[in-house]
């Protein structure tokens, strides 16, 4: 199994809402990120969890929470959010040891903020 | 930091073979680059990686001069399902954490 599953692929959501954006991988990789992507630009780094543990928050607005709940998962949870935050998040674990990492994205989850 | 610079686009034909370089300047000892590409509303696809001079894979060649501050993607033979947005990525320190961070990317487009 060489996937990143992410549900769902599709997401709307009012600004006072709570929903979760799930990742699962079956990989043994024992590193997990989220990514957001906004139209025609990069994906930008949003969380690292490294060993279950979070290793780098790229300065994210509270309102999005992740959770690792084991070494297969990874769910982020968005509370509150605001129009701005419609985005494509992309989930992605990594294979190799430091400096020769490859990254294995999941097709992502289409949010919009209304 | 590590940040990668790559052309904004660029167009080909069928059938011809496509070179995108990028460069990284300040690439770490121990870093490979990667390159990655994406279509819309997708997740980006691993393509290759290499440390330094060439590598080979089945769908793409990798070519990294002595002094690793660019490298090279080569797509031989290109078709009109190549149309996509590629990135070279290195990796990069925030304190004692890494992150691998993408830059701008090329959008390529192949024209029949």
């Known amino acids: 199994d060489t996937e990143v599953t992410q549900t769902p692929k599709h997401l709307v959501m009012g600004m006072t809402n709570k929903k979760s954006l799930k990742c699962e991988q079956h990989?043994?990789?024992?590193?997990m990120y989220w990514y957001k992507q906004k139209a025609k630009k990069p994906p930008e780094l949003m969380f690292v969890y490294s060993y279950e543990k979070l290793s780098i928050n790229e300065s994210v607005p509270s309102r999005f929470s992740p959770e690792c709940p084991n070494s297969s998962l990874l769910n982020l949870h968005l509370h509150a959010l605001q129009p701005e935050d419609s985005a494509l998040y992309l989930c992605?674990?990594?294979?190799?040891?430091?400096?020769?990492?490859?990254?294995?994205f999941g097709s992502g989850t289409q949010l919009s903020v209304l | 930091l590590a940040k990668t610079t790559q052309p904004i686009s660029m167009d080909s034909y069928e059938g011809q073979e496509v070179n995108i370089t990028c460069s990284h300047n300040?690439?770490?000892?121990?870093?490979?680059i990667t390159w990655y590409q994406q279509f819309p509303s997708q997740g980006p696809r691993f393509i290759i990686q290499?440390?330094?001079t060439k590598v080979t894979n089945e769908v793409a060649s990798l070519f990294i001069p002595a002094d690793r501050k660019s490298s090279t993607l080569s797509l031989p033979r290109v078709s009109l399902s190549d149309t996509a947005v590629y990135y070279c990525?290195?990796?990069?320190?925030?304190?004692?954490?890494?992150?691998?961070?993408f830059g701008s990317g090329t959008q390529l487009t192949v024209l029949p």
């Open positions: 990525l290195v990796g990069d320190m925030m304190g004692s954490a890494r992150q691998l961070t």
């Open positions: 300040n690439i770490a000892t121990n870093d490979y």
């Open positions: 990989m043994g990789h024992r590193a």
């Open positions: 290499g440390y330094k």
């Open positions: 992605a674990s990594s294979q190799g040891s430091w400096g020769n990492e490859k990254l294995f």
